[in-house]
């Protein structure tokens, strides 16, 4: 039978995996920083856009303003799934340890809760932020984008809390002789 926790676990697993999708990671936010310096170097004239309005898509110009500010919300996503990956590395390494109810879990997954939710808000604010940089696009956020992101959080939180009890009971037992 595979054992859930402890060495030679599937957390063990998970946790070399969180190991090499943080470095991945890190590798992406060095290839888009260089990317978004290497745009400075290019004529960019040549080059149109898609975007959606409310009489369909059209065609703009590409200009250093939405490629920046595009990139700035790439870098902003990639730097918070960075920080979200560096929280559960740390949260797989006591699950592989055969520890999981270690207080820091805690505020482990409660940093989860906050980078997830900071996530959210950028992608609630990046339509409307886009139109003004082009009037004339109406990207819309979809509402139904926002049930699994929501639900993430709220299931990360109410575990934080599973962990904090399990914390609690330990602790307790541990005091009773």
Known sequence: MVRALGPGSISSLLKIALDVAYWVLWLLVAVVIGGFIFS????????????DSSSGPIDAPLTR??????LVF???Y?????FILHR????FRTLAAGDPFDLEN??????IVFALAGVIGMQIAFGPL?????????VMLDPGDLVVPVFSVLTIFVLSEVVREGARLRHEQELTI
């Open 74 to 76: 790439a870098i902003g």
């Open 130 to 138: 886009l139109s003004l940089i082009y009037p004339q696009s109406d």
């Open 65 to 70: 303003e939405l490629l920046a500010y595009v």
């Open 78 to 82: 990639l730097l918070a799934f960075l």
């Open 106 to 111: 805690v505020r482990r997954l409660r940093h």
């Open 40 to 51: 400075f170097f290019i004529p960019l004239d040549r080059f149109d856009v898609t975007l």
């Open 88 to 91: 559960l590395r740390w949260v």
